[in-house]
């Protein structure tokens, strides 16, 4: 059984790269891509993924609020931060209390799956 990914970004191109590039994995599937936080929140809730990708800044709610509130409600469902800004935000974020599991740059696209996989093996 594939492992399943939704995707917040508020840019369309980033959310279909990231399709792309899990379209091609047998293990994990996108079930389900938010344009803001809120919306990533919502769709959280209704679709129960194994993982997300969340990008920092998004409209309505951007995406720390969106972890925080994420970590909240499923506390045990990774989240990766996806951002052009991983390497000033990286050490930043990644405290104690972080909702964030990973950050990942968007540099480094080309490893996502790799990154993915650190966090839920299958």
Do not use: W
Request: proline residues 6%.
């Amino acid at each position: 059984m594939s492992k399943t990914i939704l995707v917040a970004d508020d840019n369309p191109l980033v959310r279909k790269l990231l399709c792309k590039i899990f379209e091609a994995e047998e293990d994990y599937d996108i079930c389900a891509e938010a344009a803001n936080g809120q919306e990533a929140i919502e769709l959280a809730v209704q679709h129960k993924p194994h993982l997300i990708i969340l990008d920092f800044s998004m409209p309505v709610m951007n995406g720390l609020d969106a972890a925080r509130e994420l970590k909240r409600i499923m506390p045990h469902v990774p989240i990766i931060l996806f951002t052009f800004h991983g390497d000033t935000l990286g050490a930043q974020l990644m405290g104690v209390n972080s909702p964030f599991d990973l950050v990942v740059s968007k540099t480094d696209a080309v490893n996502i799956v790799k990154h993915v996989r650190s966090l839920i093996p299958v």
